[in-house]
């Protein structure tokens, strides 16, 4: 089985699961529409081809193996317009559990990092910058990452600049239950933030700003091998930009955070199917 084949397979598996459509035929029948299932495992094919809604069909087209995994032939592809509504239409709720069920395809350790980075936001004309007031040009997200597996447990996006520590604990807040640890630069140096994961029962590893030999006795007492895992958050995001883009295409900020998920789930999905 090649490799698109086996993405494919665990995609349609883990759409069936987060939208609960087991026995729906994918296909419209009868002046139906298409399964939930099969809007969202085309969309990750879009996403794991790195290619627009236009260019994803026409190859999907030519690959009559890949559409049987969803339950799907060539006649039965929607237009590149449908394939768009579909992706207003789908809630972020959704986005956000398939990428809980994909995160789950992994062993977890219990042990990870946070840390943010920037994509760009793909250039608009002028004239559609001025009509909507389009001027940040960059969106921050936010990632909580699996040390050992390297899988995306979680992930916030913003066009503004929050403070590291606030999104730290909002990220951390959510998936506190399944933490021991978490790592974290400087720029989450905040004590609130550590007291708040103790009380989760979270071991905060998040080194000091140096301004007192206090601080210095704090950065010795962390663990170090756990401590340098932190790297790995870069590493996951040095490998989405490389792999999937480094830019989201869709101009409306809902979109936006859509797509980083998505990219986010394509990522761990294609971790989970490599050998």
Known sequence: MSKISRFTSKAVQLAKNAVGGRGEVAAPEGGGGFAEYAVVSLHCLRVYLEKSYRETLDLLSE?????????????????????????????????????RLSSELHDPSGHAAIDATFFDRETASKHYCRRTNYRVQTLKTTALVDTEMQAILDVHCSTGKPHDTQLGWQVARRNAGDLTSLAADKGYDWMELREKLREEGVRPLIRHREFRPIDHAHNARIDGPRYRQRSMCETVFS????TLGDAVRARAWFREFREIVLKCVVHNIKRAVTP
């Open 63 to 99: 690959m009559p193996q890949i559409l049987a995994e969803i339950g799907l032939d060539e006649a039965d592809l929607p237009d590149h317009s449908t394939l768009v509504k579909w992706f207003d239409r789908i809630k972020t709720a959704l986005w956000r559990v398939l990428l």
């Open 239 to 242: 490998t989405i930009k490389r």
